[in-house]
Nanobody, 115 residues
Framework: QVQLVNSGGGLVQAGGSLILSCAASGTIFSSNTVAWYRQAPGKQREFVARITSFGTTDYVDSVKGRFTISRDNAKNTVYLQMNGLKPEDTAVYSC?????????WGQGTQVTVSS
């Protein structure tokens, strides 16, 4: 059974940094595209970043130059390094992977950025 576990969220001041983790079990993460999404209160879930099995990455425009997605295949984990955080980055962040045609989600981790 595939499981994704998110961690690393917290409260940080504007301009600060956090690193989120998405640890997988039940699948070889290196063969999957993994994405981060976020959902702020009262808003729809939004794509944030993606990394393919080839290591190709892409980002929503609002985080380009501030966030970096990466993977550690040995640890079966994908990370989201977030620098220069802004209050508008406040949301619940969740990772998602498509494994054998099915979507799997992490439980989410809260990121709160104070001004």
């Amino acid at each position: 059974q595939v499981q994704l576990v998110n961690s690393g969220g917290g409260l940080v001041q504007a301009g600060g940094s956090l690193i989120l983790s998405c640890a997988a079990s039940g699948t070889i993460f290196s063969s999957n595209t993994v994405a981060w999404y976020r959902q702020a209160p009262g808003k729809q879930r939004e794509f944030v970043a993606r990394i393919t099995s080839f290591g190709t990455t892409d980002y929503v425009d609002s985080v380009k130059g501030r966030f970096t997605i990466s993977r550690d295949n040995a640890k079966n984990t994908v990370y989201l390094q977030m620098n220069g955080l802004k209050p508008e980055d406040t949301a619940v962040y969740s990772c998602m992977a498509v494994v054998r045609g099915s979507k799997y989600w992490g439980q989410g981790t809260q990121v709160t950025v104070s001004s």
